[in-house]
Nanobody, 127 residues
């Protein structure tokens, strides 16, 4: 079992930045690929970004490329999502997830590939 707890969400203005954190406990954090997803009211949960076990491979949804950055610190059992130039359409609950994905997998975008999920943190971007 892996327990995931997100933090760092909040209310910001358009153009601001936020860094989300996801702290993991339980089984070995470095054994899992990690992903960030988000869900806006009335919408499907969508892929934001993913990172391989060792951090050498990173993946982004097209709309986040250049604005968001994912990283992980296996010594601290934490994965981060740096979000810059935030837009009102980035408003959503952001979730981190852990899964058994190979580094070069093309399935990081698929929420069904992840076995463990956090409770989510709200990000609200005002215009």
């Amino acid at each position: 079992q892996v327990q995931l707890v997100e933090s760092g969400g909040g209310l910001v203005q358009a153009g601001d930045s936020l860094r989300l954190s996801c702290a993991a406990s339980g089984r070995t954090f470095s054994s899992y690929a990690m992903g960030w997803f988000r869900q806006a009211p009335g919408k499907e949960r969508e892929f934001v970004s993913g990172i391989s076990r060792g951090g050498g491979y990173t993946y982004y949804a097209d709309s986040m490329k250049g604005r968001f950055g994912i990283s992980r610190d296996n010594a601290k059992n934490t994965v981060y999502l740096q979000m810059n130039s935030l837009k009102p359409e980035d408003t959503a609950v952001y979730y981190c997830a852990a899964g058994d994905l190979r580094a070069y997998s093309n399935r990081y975008y698929d929420k069904d590939e992840y076995d463990y999920w956090g409770q989510g943190t709200q990000v609200t971007v005002s215009s």
